[in-house]
Every structure is written in C-alpha cells, then in structure tokens.
C-alpha cells in the first residue's frame, strides 16, 4: 500500500490509549502544528514551565516551526523561526531565508518527522507501546526525534545510525535511554542501515519506523513544513518579490514534499534536491563516503517524488566543513563582524546552521546563481539542526588544519562561499527525472521488497499517490482527536 494504512487494530489501540491516560500524554494534530496557537489553552499556559528539550508529553505540541525562539517556558509564534542571509556573506542579490530547525524539541525538525511516522501506528493501535519497540532506521537526526518521541510515550525506542556520526549524537540517545545500534561506515551507508532493519523486522516485538519510505513523513512535511515556509515568503515578500525557488538535500526526501506543497501555492517555483558531490547518486548514478552529516545517498528514497524536481545540485563535503569553522570560532565570528560588517545576532544565527543547513545554503547559492537571480527573487531552505551536535567535529577541524585566524576566515569565505560555481549540478529533464526515479527499482524492489506496479504507480499516478497522501491529514486528525478524547487527557490538565 502506497498511502497510509489507517487500519485500526483494536486491542493494541485500548493498550496505548491507557498508556496515554497513565502518563497524561495528548497527542496534538497535524493542523495544531501548522497552527500552534489552536492548541488547547491548558496546553499553551502549562508549556510556560517546561524546557524545549525536556521529556515531557507537553512538548509534543512543540513540533512546530512556530515555537518562540526561547530554551525554556516559549509560546509560539505568527511567524516560523527564519534567517535571512546578507548578501555580503553569500556574494548574490538573490534574497536567500531558511527555516529554523534549532527550536523544535531536540534542537532539530526531525523531530517532526518521526511524528508523522509514528502517530498513524499509535493511533490506530498498529504499534503496541505496551509489547513492541520503537525502531527509528537514520543516518542521524531522525533517530533523535524518534528516540525523543517514544521516551515521552513511554515506549523504549531504538535508534540506529552509522557509527561514524558525531559523538554527540552517541552521547544524547544514551542519556534519553535509548537502545543504540551503530552500523558501518558513514551518512551514505544507507544499505547498511536497511540490512540491521531487515534483521530486526523478523522480531514481532519491534515495529520499524523507516523514515526513507512511510508516507508519514511526507505527510507530515508537505502539510507542516510547506505551509510554514509559505507563511515565511509571505511575511518576508516586498512588491515585486516572486518565490524562485526551494532548495532541500536529501536523507530520506521527506522535506522534499515541502517543495510540493511550495509548487502548488508557487506553480513558477524551481525545485532542486542537494546531495554530496562525494557521493553523486542522483547527479550521474555515483557512490562513495562523504562528511555532510544527515544526509544519505547511494539510493533514491521511497519518498521522494522525483517527478516533480527541477533541478540536482551537487555540493562538496569540504565546503561544508570549511564553513562550519568559519561560523563557529572565535575567529571566524570575528571575521564575519569586521571583514563583513555582520550584526551580533546575525552571527550569532550563523550558529543555527548544521553540517546539512550549510549545504543547504551552498545549494541555495548555486541555484541563484544558475538562474542569475536579482534582488526581487527569494530563494528559501530549511535548518535542519545546529551547530549543537558538531562541536567535536570543530575540534577535529581545528586539529587537522591548526588554529583559526582571521586570514583562514577570509580565505574560507572567499573559497567556499564567494567563488561558488555552477558545475556540479544539473536541470532535469523528463527523461532525467524518469532515469532518476528508475533508480529506485534496485533498493526498494529487489531489496526491500516493494513491487514495480507500485514504483511504476508513483511516476504515473501522482493522483492515487502523492496526492492521496497529502489530503490524509485530515483522516489522521481525526484519528487522534478520537484517541485524545477515550484518553480523556485534557480534562485532567
């Protein structure tokens, strides 16, 4: 089945309806995530008491892009969280903004994504908090959300992630009590991910969340993400501003359906898909290891509606690498400040940005310079996480290449970012993005037990499919609005 399965396994769903009850936990809907402030009054005033990172059900009403921007006891706001970059750091006119992911729960937006996996299974009593773990397959971030998701349910989630990862992801899920399992190799190891999947699918009592092919995510981020990052173009647009184009790299492509959802309020819009150019899987069928943490590679999402991407834009790894230096020492903080004329807080927002946000940006640089975009053209991405979860890669960097100074700074900059090219990246064709999608026949078919009418489904029935799964928020509203009220939560609030 392509779309969401909202059959209801009645025992199960009683089991994790009483879990709810127990441990007074609501689960909030995909529109009081679009719209935080419909979120019931005794939710909103008890969130004045609790930290953004802390393990508590309340915090579910937190996945949003409208959290008010604060660690502790924050409302919500109008308008999601959002940088917009100087030109004078990014070298073109285009107007370039990004959505925040630092100030959801666990300091990332894929936090959401998980949400969007999990809360169908919950809800219909598919998954059994009572007998079965929660696995959470991901090259990083997203076993964080799920990690953080099932601890507030109650539920022992498992996270697996390459072993190369940052050590502070390591250090997080352990203390959150999470069980871990590392596989080999790096982000674009995604196979091995999928093998230690399959492994424990044999084992009635865990359910696997794979964020690379449930529709869950793409649900969740064509209705949240993509109405959030309109919201921003909305409150940032000048007259004669025009929405050119949404530039999103790609782990499980789930922030892709952003871009959908961006096409059909934008219909000129220009949608491109950033991998490393480490590992050029979708730029001309390539493999191998890259440092862009949080994004995969070597195979082609489930979720990933390739049909509708314009454009593949290739970035190298040691640009990210370079930049996140820049934005994160003492040094390069200086730079941006004296060598740019940086405010404070636009620096201090520089440290919002990830190893994947600064691709992201990369990416959005490329792309207005492909199309030689002006000063009236907005180009929009999101953050996925900070620098929160990198600091022991900037000591690694600092080790390998000595101590920062205010000339590597200006040289990076000029490097990395100023003298950014258009080559390694690609404008697709029908034909392209028909080669790309073919791609997906050798993971999710021969491996992974998909069938080529439903591969050859999600290329020609974009109505059965990709639009099927977007207009099933509703469906799942009401699910969870029927879970919340046998729960009888929030009369006890």
């Not at 909103?44 to 393990?55: A, T």
């Not at 399992?181 to 230690?196: H, L, Q, R």
């Amino acid at each position: 089945m392509i779309t969401i399965d909202f059959t209801v396994h009645k025992e199960a769903r009683e089991h994790n309806i009483r879990k709810a009850r127990e441990n007074r936990i609501l689960i909030p809907t995909i529109s009081e995530m679009q719209h935080p402030e419909t979120a019931p009054e005794k939710v909103r005033e008890s969130l004045k008491n609790v930290g953004l990172w802390d393990v508590n059900p309340l915090n579910l009403f937190r996945i949003t892009w409208k959290n008010e921007p604060k660690e502790s006891g924050g409302q919500f706001r109008e308008v999601p969280n959002y940088i917009e970059f100087p030109s004078a750091l990014t070298g073109v006119p285009c107007r370039i903004v990004a959505m925040v992911g630092k100030w959801f729960p666990t300091g990332c937006h894929k936090v959401g994504a998980s949400f969007g996996c999990l809360a169908p299974a919950l809800v219909t009593g598919q998954f059994d908090v009572d007998s079965q773990k929660a696995v959470w397959p991901s090259t990083g971030n997203y076993c964080r959300g799920g990690a953080f998701n099932s601890a507030l349910l109650g539920a022992q989630g498992v996270a697996i992630l390459p072993a190369e990862m940052s050590r502070e992801r390591f250090d997080w899920l352990g203390e959150i009590g999470a069980e871990v399992i590392a596989t080999p190799g790096c982000e674009s190891n995604v196979k091995e991910i999928f093998d230690k999947t399959n492994e424990l699918k044999a084992d009635p009592n865990c359910m696997i969340f794979n964020q690379f092919e449930q529709m869950g995510n793409v649900l969740w981020h064509y209705n949240v993400s993509g109405n959030a990052l309109a919201d921003v173009f909305e409150a940032v647009k000048r007259p004669g501003d025009r929405f050119a184009g949404a530039c999103f790299t790609s782990g499980s492509a789930g922030t892709m359906s952003t871009g959908d959802r961006l096409k059909e309020l934008y219909p000129k819009l220009k949608l491109a898909v950033g991998e490393a150019l480490q590992c050029p899987t979708i730029l001309n069928n390539g493999f191998g290891g890259h440092r862009i943490e949080g994004i995969g590679d070597k195979h082609i999402p489930w979720i990933h509606n390739v049909k509708n991407t314009d454009m593949v834009i290739d970035v190298d790894d040691e640009d990210s690498q370079r930049l996140l230096r820049l934005f994160n020492t003492e040094e390069g903080q200086k730079y941006l400040k004296e060598g740019l004329g940086l405010q404070d807080e636009e620096i201090l927002q520089m440290t919002y940005l990830g190893i994947s946000g600064i691709a992201n940006l990369i990416c959005c640089i490329k792309m207005a310079r492909y199309y030689e975009l002006t000063e009236n053209d907005v180009v929009a991405t999101v953050l996925t996480d900070s620098a929160v979860m990198y600091r022991s890669r900037i000591e690694e960097l600092n080790e390998e290449y000595g101590a920062y100074s205010q000339k590597d700074a200006e040289i990076d900059h000029c490097l990395h970012m100023l003298a950014l090219k258009t080559d390694n990246m690609q404008e697709l064709s029908y034909l392209d993005r028909k080669r790309i999608h073919n791609l997906k026949y050798y993971t999710w078919v021969e491996q992974q037990g998909k069938t080529m009418e439903e591969l050859n489904a999600l290329w020609y029935d974009q109505k059965g499919t990709w639009d099927a799964v977007h207009q099933q928020a509703k469906e799942l509203d009401d699910m969870i609005r029927a879970f919340n009220e046998e729960s009888g939560v929030l009369k006890m609030l």
